[in-house]
């Protein structure tokens, strides 16, 4: 099971380090160019693989993450406005970074999911590497948790308005299971039927940190999704009810299911992969869109003829927008937009590399089609990137039908 699951794992964040750039221009529309505003959080490193990473984007734009310093060390940051005192300067888009750390994130801290509040969720590793909650206040206040039981490790994946967090945790037998920590700070813990009970079987979420988008895994209402691992070590994904019930689901002729984000109808996006006769990498990651009334879409962010496109969908807003990124064949990576009608934009951040494991990535975007993530450069140094709304034009634009 170890073995599958992070295998799966392994391959989705293999492109979690790579970028790229071709242009950004609303080539339908001239009169609106979509705009790229691209930053780095202070003591971020600048050697290969170190920089600034973003995770999620709220209502206001607020953005959090992490950077990696240059003892390869990863800490906290928040890009944000002081809305209160400074109305006009936030409208003209300035933005302040704050860094922060946690006692005894000795081996990292990763925020992965912000509110309109601008509450964030996040993880860190202690000194043996297991995994703790944490949940930061707007005014800075930071609180910390552990599920019972979880002796192997607490991650949360997403927290919604009122500030309810889910996500899972690690058992003494290595088995995973969801929770949710209610605004109150109580824990509950579930799993979903059809689970498996074994090492590394269990429910778990493909929302965490470099999969995290603005709402991620759990939804206003407090409908949660996710994925749990089967006793033969296949990937199905859940829709949990706010009233505790859960509902299984697969993509038809797929396998490995994995939901990522859910919209405040009850939306859901994520990947799933689908085998193909004679393709290298014995099939495609591909995107899905789950209806609220349980029928799908599936989709590829582009074509590629000769043979292989990976589409990562992380995160969809409240006006049925999807963002994420893709390689497209050449271990280059892109980030697309995908509007409700189907129609997908790509596009890459000013700067971005052109060379292998280099591209483009779009993690988070909020209900205004902002959306952020990050971009490797020449020098493989990982900056961050937000790029405006845009419902009127496209960059490189393509059908799908929903």
């Known amino acids: 099971m170890k073995t599958k699951v992070l295998g799966c794992i392994t391959a989705m964040t293999l492109f979690v380090a790579l970028a790229i750039p071709i242009r950004s221009a609303a080539q339908d529309n001239r009169d609106h160019w979509p705009t790229f505003t691209t930053f780095d959080a202070p003591g971020a490193g600048t050697g290969s693989g170190q920089g600034t990473f973003p995770t999620a984007i709220n209502t206001e734009g607020a953005i959090t993450g992490y950077y990696t310093d240059a003892s390869n060390v990863e800490h906290s940051f928040l890009r944000d406005c002081d809305w209160d005192r400074h109305e006009k300067d936030c409208e003209r888009g300035d933005r302040?970074?704050?860094?922060?750390?946690?006692?005894?994130?000795?081996?990292?801290?990763?925020?992965?999911?912000?509110?309109?509040?601008?509450?964030?969720?996040?993880?860190?590793?202690?000194?043996?590497?297991?995994?703790?909650?944490?949940?930061?206040?707007?005014?800075?206040?930071?609180?910390?948790?552990?599920?019972?039981?979880?002796?192997?490790?607490?991650t949360p994946v997403?927290?919604?308005?009122?500030?309810?967090?889910?996500?899972?945790?690690?058992?003494?037998?290595?088995?995973?299971?969801?929770?949710?920590?209610?605004?109150?700070?109580?824990?509950?813990?579930?799993?979903?039927?059809?689970?498996g009970t074994g090492a590394f079987q269990g429910t778990f979420f493909f929302g965490e940190s470099l999969f995290?988008?603005?709402?991620?895994?759990?939804?206003?209402a407090g409908a949660i999704t996710g994925s749990y691992v089967d006793t033969s070590s296949l990937l199905h994904g859940f829709l949990r009810a706010p009233d505790g019930t859960s509902t299984t689901f697969d993509v038809a002729g797929g396998s490995d299911t994995s939901p990522t984000s859910i919209d405040h109808n009850g939306a859901i996006t994520g990947i799933y992969f689908l085998a193909i006769a004679g393709n290298p990498f014995g099939g495609n990651f591909r995107g899905f869109l789950r209806k609220p009334d349980g029928s799908f879409s599936t989709f590829d962010a582009a074509t590629y003829s000769p043979c292989c496109i990976w589409t990562f969908p992380l995160a969809i807003n409240p006006e049925g927008e999807i963002a994420g990124y893709y390689n497209d064949g050449h271990n280059i990576n892109h980030g697309f937009l995908r509007a409700r009608d189907g129609t997908i934009?790509?596009?890459?951040?000013?700067?971005a590399g052109t060379g292998n494991l280099q591209g483009t990535l779009a993690f988070g975007i909020n209900p205004k089609g902002e959306i952020t993530g990050s971009y490797t450069d020449a020098s493989n140094v990982?900056?961050?990137f937000v790029r405006e709304g845009d419902r009127e034009g496209h960059d490189e634009v393509r059908g799908d039908n929903l």
């Open 96 to 154: 302040t970074i704050t860094t922060f750390d946690i006692p005894g994130d000795v081996n990292g801290i990763f925020p992965v999911s912000i509110n309109p509040k601008g509450a964030i969720a996040g993880y860190y590793y202690d000194a043996s590497f297991v995994s703790h909650g944490f949940l930061r206040a707007r005014n800075g206040s930071l609180t910390t948790f552990d599920v019972p039981g979880g002796v192997n490790g607490t």
């Open 158 to 195: 997403s927290i919604n308005p009122a500030g309810a967090i889910t996500g899972y945790s690690i058992d003494v037998n290595l088995v995973f299971h969801g929770f949710l920590r209610a605004p109150d700070g109580t824990l509950t813990t579930f799993d979903v039927p059809g689970a």
């Open 212 to 220: 995290g988008g603005s709402n991620g895994g759990i939804n206003p």
């Open 345 to 351: 934009t790509t596009f890459d951040a000013p700067g």
């Open 382 to 384: 990982v900056h961050g």
